[in-house]
């Protein structure tokens, strides 16, 4: 039986701000239903500064609903302040109020699948959001959301973005004849491409556009530093020093090119057997030293889990086929606590605005050293 909402919103109002106030006499909850044990709920944390609360708020309201008899889902879409990304007369995409940079030094520590399912966590949290996918050679977003097709262009000068699951996307893989193809460019053509990919395509209003950048420190992340302002970089790292030392390098590049870290996301941090076990197979600590070196926080540990890699292999992010599982429930948390610290003012480390209209008072771009 579907529960009324006085009587979901009886059950948050326990929960309260930072200030003492119930969530519900502060009128933040919005908009709850029950739909056959399916709870969505709006919080509204545009007024004030509760939005730095989200994450301890949002589990507080999934623990008290998913205990309620019946219940097995909770949705909650979020309405906040979080200042957006200053944006420049040239910059090739006005509309996107904030541009994240999944990055890291080096393959194989599961780059393109935290940019997706961070994707997908902001996209259930109620964002606007897109993903495009800066691996020119090695793209991964067509596989990983089961998508393929051709983008069209409706006007003749902008191309439209492929759309899967409420999200904005771009790969050079829809561009591709074969999937198998290899594609063999000196840097200036990648660095054309890319720019296509921000200026041509029709991204339209986005609250979040997140980059899928290729492992190392080459030309993309240099190309976009120069080409656009970021909100920041999200790193990935695994535990060991093999991963870290990479890593390093790229937090090292991304503090050069004056692109804020926003955190830090340990992926396979570890592994839980049958007997519930906890097994750190990669040894442990690489992503908190990675954090204190960038002076970020650790976003998040993201444990060995089989269903990532089957349901990214099926073409659907775990986060999106399974929201309530626990390893879902951790890349939601990632995106969270991500708010979080570009609410507390993250953003505003970012690089000069690059004046190309002719003007006096340029600002010269940093030295990669």
Same mark, same amino acid.
Not at 180 to 192: C, D, E, F, N, S
């Given at each position: 039986?579907?529960h ?41 944390l545009s007024?004030g ?56 030094g ?50 003749g ?20 004849e ?8 000196? !840097?200036?053509? =990648?660095? $054309? ?10 991204w /339209? @209003?986005?609250?979040?556009? *997140? ?5 190392g ?11 656009v ?34 955190g ?30 960038? !002076?970020?926080? =650790?976003? $998040?540990?993201?444990?060995i889990?089989?269903?990532v890699?089957?349901? /990214? @292999?099926?073409?659907?992010? *775990? ?5 309530q ?28 605005i ?16």
């Amino acid at each position: 039986m579907a529960h009324s909402s006085d009587a979901l919103l009886s059950a948050l109002r326990p929960v309260v701000t930072d200030s003492g106030a119930s969530i519900v006499d502060a009128g933040l909850v919005k908009e709850v239903s029950d739909a056959d044990g399916r709870v969505a709920l709006t919080l509204d944390l545009s007024e004030g500064n509760v939005a730095q609360s989200r994450a301890r708020i949002g589990a507080e309201v999934r623990a008290i609903l998913l205990a309620l008899q019946g219940v097995e889902r909770v949705d909650i879409r979020w309405r906040d302040n979080v200042p957006g990304r200053a944006i420049g007369p040239d910059d090739p995409m006005p509309g996107v109020k904030h541009i994240v940079l999944v990055m890291s030094g080096k393959g194989g520590v599961g780059k393109s699948t935290t940019a997706t399912n961070l994707t997908m966590a902001l996209h259930r949290l109620g964002y606007r959001v897109g993903l495009l996918d800066a691996d020119i050679y090695g793209p991964s977003i067509p596989t990983m959301l089961g998508i393929t097709g051709r983008p069209v262009s409706t006007d003749g000068k902008h191309i439209e973005p492929l759309e899967r699951f409420g999200v904005k996307l771009m790969s050079i893989g829809f561009l591709l004849e074969d999937p198998k193809q290899a594609v063999i460019w000196r !840097g200036p053509m =990648l660095t $054309g491409a890319l720019q296509q990919f921000m200026k041509d395509v029709h991204w /339209g @209003d986005l609250d979040f556009l *997140v980059f899928d950048l290729p492992p190392g420190t080459g030309d993309v992340a240099l190309s976009l530093s120069q080409r656009v302002r970021s909100t920041g970089a999200v790193v990935v790292t695994t535990p060991q020093n093999v991963a870290t030392d990479d890593v390093f390098k790229s937090v090292s590049m991304a503090q050069k090119l004056e692109i804020p870290v926003l955190g830090v996301v340990e992926n396979m941090s570890y592994f839980i057997d049958s007997a519930g076990m906890r097994h750190e197979l990669f040894g442990s600590g690489g992503g908190q030293a990675v954090a204190d070196f960038a !002076g970020a926080p =650790l976003l $998040g540990q993201v444990p060995i889990e089989s269903m990532v890699r089957e349901w /990214g @292999d099926k073409g659907t992010p *775990v986060v999106q086929a399974m929201p309530q599982s626990a390893i879902a429930q951790t890349f939601i948390a990632i995106a969270e606590r991500l708010i979080d610290t570009i609410a507390e003012g993250a953003e505003d480390a970012g690089l000069p605005i690059i004046d190309r209209s002719g003007g006096q008072g340029r600002v010269r771009l940093p030295l990669v050293k």
